[in-house]
C-alpha cells in the first residue's frame, strides 16, 4: 500500500460517537434485566452488498475485544431501513472502490434508526458460531483480535439516538456473550490509532456503555486493564513495512482531527 493510500485509510479519519448522560444511561438505571439475545441483524446478501474482490479470511481464534467507530457522516433523521441499506452499499463502495479493500471493513455497522447490518461477509455467521472471527480493515493492529463496530453518524460533539445507542448496547452484549469477552473489553477507536474516532461525547461515555453491556450480560464490570495498548500485530491488509513507517509518521506529525478526511465522500449518500 502506497504512502498516500495509507494516510487516508480509516485510522486517521474523524471519528465520534457519543450521548448525553441523561439519554445514554435509561436501560441500565432503570433496573430492568437484559439479555444478551441475538439482535436482528441485516446481512450483506439483503441489504444489496456486492460480492468481496477476493475471498474473505477467517481466522481461527476468537476476538479479544470490541472496537467502536462511528461513520462521520451526517446526523440524518431520515431512520429508515431503505436509508440503512444505502449507508452500508456506500460504506462498502467507498471500502472497495477508494481504498482499495477486499470489502467492507467494519464487521457490524449500526445505523441511526437503529437497524443493525452486516459488513464484511461472513461476519454474522462466525459471531453466530462463536469460534471464530473474520479478519478486517477496521483499525490498524486490531484487525485480527477485534470485532469493529461502526456507527452512522458524526458525534464529535451531538449525541446519537437513543435508539441506535441502545442497539449498539444490545449488540456488544450478543458479541461479549458470544465470544466469552467481559463488557470492559469495549474500546474506542482512538485507543488504538491516531484518529478522534469515536468521538468526544461518545468516547467520554463508553465507561457507561461498558455498564449497560455488563447489566445485559448479569455480570459485574471488570476494571479495564491500565493503559491499554495497540496490538503489535501488523494490519493484515496493509504492507508490514508500511504500517511500520505509518506509525512513525503518525508519532511524528499526528494531526488534528479538522485533518482528518470525511469517512464517506460527499456524493455516496444523498
Aim: hydrophobic share 40%.
Amino acid at each position: 500500500m502506497t504512502f498516500s493510500a495509507l494516510h487516508t485509510r480509516r485510522s486517521v479519519l474523524t471519528g465520534g460517537f457519543t450521548l448525553a448522560a441523561a439519554a445514554a444511561l435509561p436501560l441500565a438505571a432503570a433496573g430492568r434485566a437484559h439479555s444478551a439475545a441475538d439482535p436482528a441483524v441485516i446481512a450483506c446478501a439483503t441489504w444489496g452488498a456486492r460480492a468481496p474482490s477476493e475471498p474473505v479470511v477467517v481466522l481461527a481464534n476468537r476476538p479479544e475485544r470490541i472496537v467502536v467507530h462511528h461513520t462521520a457522516t451526517a446526523n440524518v433523521t431520515d431512520y429508515s431501513k431503505q436509508r440503512a441499506f444505502a449507508l452500508a452499499r456506500a460504506i462498502q463502495t467507498y471500502h472497495m472502490d477508494a481504498q482499495g479493500w477486499i470489502d467492507t471493513g467494519q464487521h457490524f455497522t449500526v445505523s441511526r434508526g437503529a437497524f443493525v447490518l452486516e459488513g464484511r461477509h461472513n461476519s454474522l455467521a462466525e459471531l453466530r458460531a462463536g469460534t471464530r472471527q473474520v479478519r478486517a480493515a477496521h483499525c490498524v493492529g486490531q484487525n485480527t483480535v477485534s470485532i469493529g463496530i461502526e456507527n452512522e453518524g458524526t458525534y464529535t460533539s451531538q449525541a446519537p439516538p437513543a435508539a441506535q445507542y441502545a442497539m449498539l448496547a444490545d449488540l456488544c452484549a450478543h458479541v461479549c456473550s458470544q465470544y466469552g469477552l467481559p463488557a470492559s473489553e469495549i474500546y474506542g477507536h482512538r485507543d488504538f490509532n491516531a484518529t478522534a474516532c469515536p468521538g468526544d461525547r461518545l468516547y467520554a461515555l463508553l465507561p457507561a456503555l461498558r455498564k449497560d453491556v455488563a447489566t445485559r450480560l448479569g455480570k459485574p464490570l471488570q476494571d479495564p486493564e491500565a493503559d491499554p495498548e495497540a496490538d503489535p500485530e501488523a494490519d493484515p491488509e496493509a504492507d508490514p513495512e508500511s504500517d511500520r513507517v505509518w506509525d512513525l509518521v503518525r508519532q511524528a506529525s499526528n494531526p488534528p482531527a479538522a485533518a482528518y478526511a470525511e469517512y464517506l465522500p460527499a456524493g455516496l449518500l444523498p
